[in-house]
């Protein structure tokens, strides 16, 4: 008969299979599995399953997603960027560099990867038409650029991670993020000499360059005004007055709908409430695998197969090719994180490689994402304009995507192993 541990783990298992291979939300099968696998089974009560619940990831995740459900819903962060896109002012060879940095920012600023997607790709997707830019440089660079930003901590990426690092006693939130935007840049270089980004510098061509400098934007408004005046009151707080992350952002988003700046219904209706119970579930079956010794079983696997200097590149490869077909937030920054010192513990590796192996699983569970199995290609995809080979396009994403897999894994190894970076 399998023991519980084994339980747990192809629960786990064919949780993620399942939201591979299909639409389901492996949030709620989690739940579901933890009540099988704890109660039915292990004979764990249910309060004690529910222990596992984490509220303080629920409130961090709903009040970030709230507040800037707000910006996108009333045209702030879409204007934003287009102000950026005009400020330019026609260096064609300089604007997937600098839409990099701005869909950083973006990110960082609480939106997350997807939303910034959302925001960036139909203005960026037609303005590589229009200006002769390599559709497919535009959409992984910028992508990119995104995907970076969304591990800050106030960002959903971020906020998970602070939430399952600090299990560990360990507050390392801002330097995971550094190291993630770091993989990011090295990866976005690599892409702009691989696509095309070098020629650009020899285009003098000056239609292209009234294109960027005639870009029609409205002046921003008085509910837009206040957004940005809260979003930034926000991050002081939270920055540099250690103000809690979910809580301030909830007070910030109800002062910004009392002001009347948004229709609250229609923010909220526009939050993620699929991704947060996503992540939210997840970890209730991942706690419950720690509990029954699952997720030591899981470590021990992955380290008959890994070495003190092999792991970041077996952890990276295993997490990149799972996040392709599952999702980052939702599966592996959530499932995978919490694995990392045990797995240490069980090669024999000293706790000084702990962060750069945490580093690993984040970023090469991001790199993979340009994809356009994965909801960020998929966007920049969508956007691409009637001029473009979708089908092309397709092939190319899914080739970067798929590489990225292997080659973001050597990338963090090099980086965050062998040259101790940062």
């Not at 995740?61 to 330019?88: C, D, E, H, P, R």
Request: proline residues 5%.
């Amino acid at each position: 008969m399998l023991s519980l541990p084994v339980i747990s783990l192809i629960a786990l298992l064919i949780a993620i299979l399942i939201s591979c291979i299909s639409t389901l939300n492996i949030g709620t099968m989690s739940i579901g599995f933890s009540l099988i696998v704890g109660h039915y089974i292990g004979g764990i009560k249910v309060s004690e399953i529910l222990k596992g619940y984490p509220t303080n990831l629920l409130i961090m995740l709903a009040g970030t997603t709230f507040l800037f459900s707000i910006a996108q819903n009333n045209g702030t962060l879409n204007k934003i960027a287009k102000y950026v896109i005009k400020a330019v002012r026609g260096n064609v060879a300089l604007l997937p560099i600098v839409l990099f940095f701005v869909a950083v920012i973006l990110a960082a600023m609480g939106p997350g990867p997807t939303v910034t997607a959302a925001l960036m790709a139909p203005t960026v997707m037609l303005l590589a038409s229009e200006l002769g830019i390599n559709p497919l440089l535009m959409a992984v660079v910028v992508g990119n650029g995104g995907h970076a930003g969304g591990m800050s901590p106030i960002a959903v990426g971020g906020v998970i991670a602070a939430g399952v690092t600090s299990k560990m006693g360990l507050d390392v939130a801002g330097i995971l993020w550094l190291n993630n935007v770091i993989g990011h840049f090295i990866a976005t270089i690599i892409a702009y000499v691989v696509f095309g980004g070098l020629k650009l510098w020899r285009v003098k061509d000056q239609g292209q360059r009234m294109a960027l400098a005639n870009i029609e934007i409205e002046p921003f408004t008085r509910d837009q005004w206040l957004t940005m005046a809260g979003i930034a009151g926000y991050i002081l707080a939270v920055c540099f007055f250690n103000a809690d992350i979910g809580m301030t952002a909830f007070l910030i988003g109800s002062i910004l709908t009392i002001l009347r700046v948004v229709d609250e219904e229609k923010a909220i209706k526009q939050m993620p409430w699929g991704a947060i119970l996503m992540v939210t579930g997840v970890t209730v079956l991942v706690n419950l695998m720690s509990q029954v010794g699952g997720m030591d079983l899981f470590a021990g696997l992955i380290a008959q197969i890994s070495t003190p200097a092999t792991v970041n590149i077996v952890a990276g490869i295993i997490a990149g090719i799972i996040s392709a077909y599952a999702s980052t937030t939702g599966v592996v920054l959530p499932a995978f994180l919490p694995l990392a010192p045990v797995l240490l513990q069980k090669i024999g590796a000293p706790p000084q490689d702990l962060i750069p192996l945490l580093s690993t699983i984040v970023t090469c569970g991001f790199l993979v994402d340009m994809s356009p199995l994965s909801t960020s290609g998929a966007i920049y995809l969508a956007n691409a304009t009637e001029k473009d080979n979708k089908a092309k396009l397709f092939r190319n994403m899914l080739i970067w995507g798929l590489s990225m897999s292997v080659v973001g894994a050597i990338i963090c190894w090099l980086a965050f192993y062998v040259l101790r970076i940062p």
